[in-house]
């Protein structure tokens, strides 16, 4: 083996460790976050929060029997639970009216945590 490819596998070597640092350092970022800001959603359930939510401020147009998508139920819910989350970040919906960034955050919770029947 000459100069050259101790200096290349030395180069490796170097870039290895390098990715483990940083691989490492990221996953530390993740954790004290976790640690600042204890889980937020973890006091948001579909029967306490959300369904509240959208029963106040979404069923008057997107009740049973319309043209619109319905939210009446947990399954219809969750089946457009990603149009939904898109609809109230935007706030395009509820549509004529508003929900508080609280109630905003709770449902990107509810649907980022799997839309579950909780
Ligand atoms: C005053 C009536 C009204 C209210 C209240 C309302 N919507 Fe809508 N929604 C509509 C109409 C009308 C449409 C059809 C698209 C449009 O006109 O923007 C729609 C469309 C949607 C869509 C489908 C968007 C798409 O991709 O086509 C979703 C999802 C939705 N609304 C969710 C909600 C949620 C969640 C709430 C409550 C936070 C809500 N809406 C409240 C009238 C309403």
């Not at 359930?45 to 009446?72: R, W, Y």
């Amino acid at each position: 083996m000459n100069v050259n490819s101790y200096f290349k596998i030395g180069r490796e070597v170097t870039l290895f460790f390098l990715l483990v640092f940083f691989t490492s350092c990221l996953t530390n970022v993740e954790e004290d976050m976790t640690e600042l800001e204890p889980n937020a959603c973890a006091d948001i359930t579909f029967a306490t929060t959300v369904k509240p939510i959208i029963d106040a401020n979404c069923i008057q147009c997107h009740g049973s029997g319309g043209t619109l998508p319905e939210l009446t139920t947990h399954s219809l819910l969750q089946l457009h639970a990603g149009s939904v989350k898109s609809e109230v970040v935007s706030r395009e919906m509820p549509k004529q009216g508003s929900l508080t960034q609280d109630e905003i955050d709770a449902i990107v919770c509810w649907v980022d945590s799997g839309a579950l029947n909780n």
